[in-house]
Structure formats: C-alpha cells, structure tokens
C-alpha cells in the first residue's frame, strides 16, 4: 500500500482538490489545506488481513450462526486476476460487510477495502475497522462540499492500489426493498480512472436479517444512533438466531461512460443496482412471505407460493426454492421460531405483521407489482 504521505499528497495535487485549496467553495489558502487535511486524516485506513485472519472478531458469536454461502465465485477470482474491481453490493444487515468479504478471503480472493458508515468506527471494534481491515468511514448525507471532493479524490487514489466494496443504497434498506442508489461513491471510484477495472454486482441475501425486527419497526430510518447501541440489539436479535447468508457475483461490467457527467453516472449506477436485484437470491422465507394471507390453511399456501414461484421463475429471478412445497419446508419453521407467524391445526396465522411485510418487499423489485395481500 502507498504511504500515507504519498496518498495525501496525491490527493493534495488533484485538479478538484486544488481548485477548493485555491478558494473554488469560499474557503482558501491554509484554512481550505487544514480541512482537507483534517478530513485525509479521518478517512485513513490500512488493511492488514494477516492480522484480521488471526483475531477474533468482536462479532464472531453472531457470525458463527450466520452459514456463508457464496455463488459464482468464478467471477470474482478472474475480475480480480484481470485488474481493479469495484465490488457493488445491496445492504440488509450490519454483518453483511463482515459476511461478503469474509466469503472473499476465505476463498482465498483478493480482499478489498470497505466502504462503511463513520458510526461502526467507535471503540475497539473502530480500531480494528481502521488500522486492520482497512474500512473507510464515511459521512453519509453531509453537503460539505470540502468532504465530498476529498472524500472523491481519496477513493480515487486508493483504487490505484485496491479494490474496493461498497453499498450504493448507502445504509442498511429499513423496508426490506433494494433501494434507490446514490451515486457519490460510484462517482468518486470511476474517477480513478484505472484502465483495466470493473464493476462487479454482488448480492446478498439471508434466510431471516439479524435486525429484521429493529429495521421493520422504524422502516424509515430518522437518526444516527452510536452502533454500539446497536450492536447490543444486535446481540439481543441473535438469541435463537440461525440463518444461512448467500453471497451471489454477478458479470463484470465494463466502465464505458464519462465519469465526469452525471446523468451518466446515475445511468450507470442504476444498471449496476438492475444487476444486483437479479441477482439476488430469491429465499423460502421471502416467498411464503408473498404468499402469506392474515390466516390461511398449509395446503393453500402451498398453491400461492407455487404461484409466487413461477411468477419469479419467468422473470428470471435466482430461486432458491423451486415449488411451494420446497418454500414451505425451507421458511415455515425459521419465521415460526422467529415470531412471525404461527401454526395450528393445518393453518397458518400472522403474527407480526410488520415483518412479514419486511420480508414481502425484499423482492419487490421482482415482482409486476406490489403484491395485493391484506396483511
């Protein structure tokens, strides 16, 4: 990796990040050096997975209960063997940057840096984050504009050295839909300019997200609270907890565009985000949730889940269950065991509406329309 003198001073010589020294925002001369200084020195990171490899993570008891499951590994290994790869993911649950790269080094790829939200890097967990995984904490939502070009010009300079992962939603969906991508990353990381990188779409879905109850309750997410508060209701949460993580890699896409324009970016993005919703991984839990009625007997949610089935199987979508009856076995006992539903004499009742609406929206980017449920 390059030093961070040399990073910085790279960054200092960009066009963008001149022209904000030169006073391009109001601000200039020292006063405009010393923010974008301050801010080089927030974003800082340096990877060392030897070390990573050999500790244990703060998150392992949670992580031991999530099984890894990756698919189209292929993809991965040779994008990373042909050049830089920018890896875009969708976003579902605070384990999901430790699951993808986890899948990543395990399988012996080479591991990029992380993109994460600035409020995982609070205590010890933000000192590992910082100097050994080599995630960078990032401000989501702020319009400073002296942050955003160094922000840019930074990611810029370490996709010389590194790939890097991150989440175009920005944070975690709250519904349970892929959301409407943001481009500042992606913007920043094309301006690398590396000749010989891609973008590689990458889903992830789980059988049941950690925080499912937490995420469905707010549904909209209106504050940023400290993650070690919510790294206790992530521990809460996972009393019980099972649940198997599927790591899905798309085709590379080749970066064809003027990364200067930016209806061309968002173009770009949301083919990007297109990709990643097919393929994400269409799980049983997430079926019998669009199948689902209010109160309903096994034997007719068996018949719509057949119908949710080969209404996803025409659209292409990655099943991961190939009838009712599959979708049936593989989600009835999980969302049970989860509170979401319960089962008596042959037919099943909702329990908790609002996560089984959670687990509805995951897949409505798949689906014609919402779907008409009454629950």
Known sequence: MATLDEITEAVLSRQEVARYIEGSHGESGGVARKRIRGYLEELRT????????????????????????PEHLDAARAATRAGRVIYASNHKSHTDYLVELLVLDENGVRPPIVAAGINLFGGPLGLLHKHVTGAIPIRRNTRDPGYLITLKAYVAELLRKHDLFFYPEGGRSYSGEIKSPKTGLMHAALQAEHQHMVVLPTAVAYDLVLEDHVLARQRVKRTQRPFSRELAEMVRCAVGYRSRAFVTFGKPITIDIDASSRSEVMDFTHAVMDAVGRLYKVLPTAVIANALRPSITLHDLEGRADAVIDTLRARGANLGAQSGAEALDGAIELLEARGILVVEDGRVRVRDRNVLRYYTRTLEHLLASPSPHTH
């Open 46 to 69: 340096t990877q060392r997975y030897p070390f990573y490899r050999a500790l244990k993570h703060p998150l392992y008891p949670i992580l031991r209960k999530i099984e890894r499951i």
